[in-house]
């Protein structure tokens, strides 16, 4: 049985102070029902990188881990305005998106780039979740299996073999991120099965039945229960509704299959 995983990607949203106050609130939430939750699934966020050394204060001692929305793949150097594994690792961060649509579209990150990040992440003990998803325009033109599938191959593609169980797909349309228009639930478990079946293909059954994929793109408290009833829907990588600690906490309750 996969665990299922929640996770909230704050963008560039929320000051320290901002993130300090929004975890208290989650946490006092989340509370309430720690052991049962607890029990089959896991919950991280990942504010910008200024504000994680104040969310890491503010998560000690919970069982809420702590996320980052990028990293650079080289140790260290003249690569201004990057950050390193060891820079994230000394605060505690344990998960690393990467190849976010925004950082592919606005930033012009490649397949490649992505792939040598997501290594980067697990070469340093740290869970990469790896976002794959087609634009509009990909999906209007039937393409849609083929972007996925080449970003979740070239992802992959320097991946250390003995750590690819602990990769976490994320599915995340472009034209359902921000926009509140989400995919559907049987739209989302076509990709998801054809994500899995490659996973599969690639490191073998047992490998590929252990790999999250997460679905991505105008997740809320109204539509995630029906997502998470799909077979290959294993969690939410959640953005605007992750800003506000009572509807992320009532997506973190998601009723599992
Ligand atoms: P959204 O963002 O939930 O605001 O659509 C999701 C994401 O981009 O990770």
Not at 92 to 102: A, L, M
Not at 180 to 197: C, D, F, N, V, Y
Not at 209 to 226: E, F, H, K, P
Request: aromatic residues 6%.
């Amino acid at each position: 049985m996969r665990r299922k995983l929640f996770a909230a990607n704050w963008k560039m949203n929320l000051t320290p102070a901002e993130g300090r106050t929004l975890i208290a609130a989650l946490r006092a939430d989340l509370d309430r029902d720690a052991a049962a939750l607890a029990r089959d699934r896991d919950v991280l966020v990942a504010p910008p990188f200024l504000a994680i050394p104040a969310a890491a204060q503010a998560l000690a001692g919970s069982a809420v881990a702590l996320g980052a929305q990028n990293m650079y793949f080289e140790p260290k150097g003249a690569f201004t305005g990057e950050v390193s594994a060891e820079m994230l690792r000394f605060f505690g961060v344990s998960y690393v998106i990467v190849g976010h649509s925004e950082r592919r579209h606005i930033f012009k990150e490649d397949d490649e780039t992505v792939g040598r990040r997501a290594a980067a992440v697990a070469t340093a003990r740290m869970t990469p979740i790896l976002c794959v998803g087609e634009t509009a325009t990909e999906r209007d033109a039937g393409r849609t299996l083929e972007v996925v599938l080449r970003q979740l191959e070239i992802g992959l593609s320097q991946f250390p073999a003995r750590d690819a169980a602990n990769v976490v797909i994320a599915y995340e349309p472009v034209w359902a991120i921000g926009t509140g228009r989400t995919a559907t639930p049987e739209q989302a478990q076509t990709i998801h099965g054809a994500l899995r079946e490659a996973l599969n293909e690639r490191l073998g059954h047992d490998t590929g039945a252990a790999i999250r994929i997460l679905y991505g793109g105008s997740v809320t408290a109204d539509n995630v229960d029906t997502l998470m009833a799909k077979p290959d829907i294993d969690g939410a990588l959640v953005g605007g509704a992750s800003l506000k600690a009572d509807s992320f906490a009532r997506i973190v309750r998601a009723k599992s299959a």
